[in-house]
């Protein structure tokens, strides 16, 4: 049976920090006449979506009464600038190149909405390679419930205990483990969150994609599992 390797998108595969940034950004300066924040203030908080960033950019929450305005903007936005400044993590697309050579199916697995998820990865071609794209909205539930996964598992013909999951918050090792997948990755590299990374529950954490491929080798040259 066919190893199979699912990833997270954004934080993982592919840095959307800084257009999501710009979004928040719009919403603070054309509602409330403020200043931009740096990127590097946000990204720990760009996995969370508009509601996480609009929270540490401006305090607000959905009880909040202003919230719902300053969330369409953010989304009006974001939809009009997703792909300005998105871009490959280094190593990415070294990796992804390492495994179509060797025909080893990988897909995505995103809480991304469709309407952001299908521009996005069309922007970088990867909608022409994975072998399954799972948004936020294709199953009832979002990660860290285990549908998405066990979906994305299903649809590319893999049983989940093949298949590797890789992502850059606690919620992905969380659904990964739900899903009863072989292996659940930590990628260092990613936006992670508030929570430290080796409290996860992760079987590894990387620090660059190399090391997963040094991983995949690993594992086909011996032509066992991971011994779990």
Known sequence: MTLALLFDLDGTLIDTADDLAASLNHVRQHLYDLPPLPTIQLRSRASRGAAGLLYAGLGLTPEDAAFEKARELFLTHYARHLTDHVRFFPGIEALLEHLDRQSLPWGIVTN??????????????????????????????????????????????????????????HRDIDAARAADFQYAVAVRWGYLGDKPIESWGADTIIDAPEQLWGLVVGIQESGSGLGK
């Open 112 to 169: 991304k909405h469709q309407r952001f998820t299908k521009p996005v990865v069309a922007h970088l071609g990867l909608d022409r390679r994975a072998a399954c794209i799972v948004s936020g909205a294709t199953t009832t539930h979002s990660k860290p419930h285990p549908l998405p996964l066990l979906h994305a598992a299903q649809s590319i013909g893999t049983a989940p205990q093949q298949c590797w999951y890789i992502g850059d918050d």
